[in-house]
């Protein structure tokens, strides 16, 4: 089972750019294995889908809230992945967590309509994402 840790979340302003990275580790398949995702979840709000990035060929997903502003990316070398969030908003605050999964089906089901996302593979910890000024 893979074993997540998430980093580079923070304090921005509005209109403001910031770039998370999720670290994989201790699994006996590479990272390329694994579709890959991001979740977020504001304080009183269920955890709700960001992006995802299937495992075979790069396919994306985003959430109509995030698209055009952030980018999914994932370094299967560096077994990490990224998430590249520009033009934040107020309503971006919320921690963010990396999910990963042997299904791309399942895993962007989870992304798309939340449906599964309980059954993930792995889940990260969480980084605070705060976009006030």
């Known amino acids: 089972q893979l074993q997540l840790v998430e980093s580079g979340g923070g304090l921005v302003q509005p209109g403001g750019s910031l770039r998370l990275s999720c670290v994989a580790s201790?699994?006996?398949?590479?990272?390329?294995?694994?579709?890959i995702g991001w979740f977020r979840q504001a304080p009183g709000k269920e955890r709700e889908g960001v992006a995802c990035?299937?495992?075979?060929?790069?396919?994306?997903f985003y959430k109509t809230a995030v698209k055009d502003r952030f980018i999914i990316s994932r370094d299967n070398a560096k077994n990490t992945v990224y998430l590249e969030m520009n033009n934040l908003k107020p309503e971006d605050t919320a921690v963010y967590y990396c999910?990963?999964?042997?299904?791309?089906?399942?895993?962007?089901?989870?992304?798309?309509?939340?449906?599964?996302?309980?059954?993930?593979?792995?889940w990260g910890q969480g980084t605070q994402v705060t976009v006030s000024s």
């Open positions: 201790e699994f006996s398949l590479g990272l390329d294995y694994y579709a």
């Open positions: 990035m299937s495992a075979s060929d790069g396919t994306t």
């Open positions: 999910a990963a999964d042997r299904s791309w089906f399942t895993l962007r089901e989870a992304v798309k309509t939340g449906v599964g996302k309980e059954g993930l593979g792995s």
